[in-house]
């Protein structure tokens, strides 16, 4: 019977840490359409196995209802986890479709096997790029490592909701946008000053038709200039999806909203 007791809890504490891993993968882009379900229920289920052992137990409810509500806020708080490296994610899309218009490749859409959703063409060369980046700079590293610290900044059952949760994701939506623009600004600003070198060529040669031979023309410079910046752009995603970086800077501020601890101390302990 004691057995029986404890092999009953020790599924509950494990199934409660696999609807949280399970949840955050869920949620976070790199494990879209194009990726197995089998496999992303297996990699769930090796992480569980090997953070499970480390994570504190907790007093089980009394009832079912109880346990119920405690797997639901363990799935929301995985699936908050992953909304927002989500949202600092698409940063790069957002970044890729405001360099997009300028070039004149608005209209020119490719599928996204990730979301199974069409997405500009540019907008999807550089996620692809940014993917390899963050495997190349141990983003992935530090996500898995933020998903198993995570356990320890906000243990099973001790998540607290509070308006801090919505102020990080109000935060985290601003921090998206900052990244596309710096994502975008480079070759924007660029092609800004090539329209305004075509505007004048209009006006000293009128004889001259700008539209016919403008378009053909900022698409060429538009694609020299998006090799000349990759530079840039890389040494943004480096700093955006590093440990340091942005995106583990908004998962250490939801941590610490959950629980109500300092910046500092959350930082130190997930990072």
């Known amino acids: 019977m004691e057995t029986l007791t404890s092999l009953l809890a020790d599924f509950t504490h494990r199934l409660a840490v696999l609807i949280r891993v ?27 196995l ?15 209802v109880g346990y119920t509500l ?8 995985g699936l908050a986890m992953g909304l927002v490296v989500t949202v600092v994610i698409t940063a790069i899309y957002l970044g890729g ?51 198993a610290k995570s356990f320890q900044v906000v243990p099973i059952g001790l998540a607290t909701m509070n ?25 924007v600003a660029a092609l800004f000053l090539a329209d305004v070198a075509l505007g004048i060529v209009a006006r000293a040669v009128p004889q001259i038709n700008v539209f016919f031979v403008g378009i053909p023309l900022k698409i060429a410079f ?3 200039m998006l ?5 840039v752009f890389a040494r943004v995603m480096a700093a955006l999806l590093s440990e340091q970086g942005e995106m583990m800077e908004a998962l250490v501020q939801l941590l610490r909203a959950l629980t109500g601890t300092s ?3 959350a930082a130190l302990e997930v990072r």
Not at 70 to 77: H, M, N, P, Q, S
Not at 109 to 116: A, H, K, S
């Open 22 to 48: 399970s949840a955050f993968f869920v949620a976070i882009p790199l494990f879209g359409q194009g990726v197995p379900t089998l496999a992303k229920v297996g990699l769930a289920g090796v992480i569980t």
């Open 50 to 64: 090997l953070v499970a052992p480390s994570v504190a137990p907790f007093d089980l409810p009394d009832h079912a």
């Open 70 to 77: 405690l797997i639901a806020e363990e799935a929301l708080i």
């Open 97 to 147: 479709q405001l360099s997009d218009v300028p070039i004149g490749f608005s209209m020119v859409n490719v599928i996204d096997p990730q979301t199974g959703m069409q997405v500009p063409i540019v907008a999807q060369f550089k996620f692809l790029l940014a993917m390899l980046i963050l495997f190349v700079v141990d983003g992935h590293h530090a996500l898995l490592g933020g998903v």
């Open 163 to 187: 308006p801090g949760v919505a102020q990080v994701g109000v935060e985290t939506f601003g921090t998206m946008f900052v990244v596309a623009l710096r994502i975008a600004l480079p070759l």
């Open 222 to 224: 538009g694609l020299v």
């Open 227 to 231: 090799v000349l910046v990759m530079p």
């Open 263 to 265: 910046a500092g101390e």
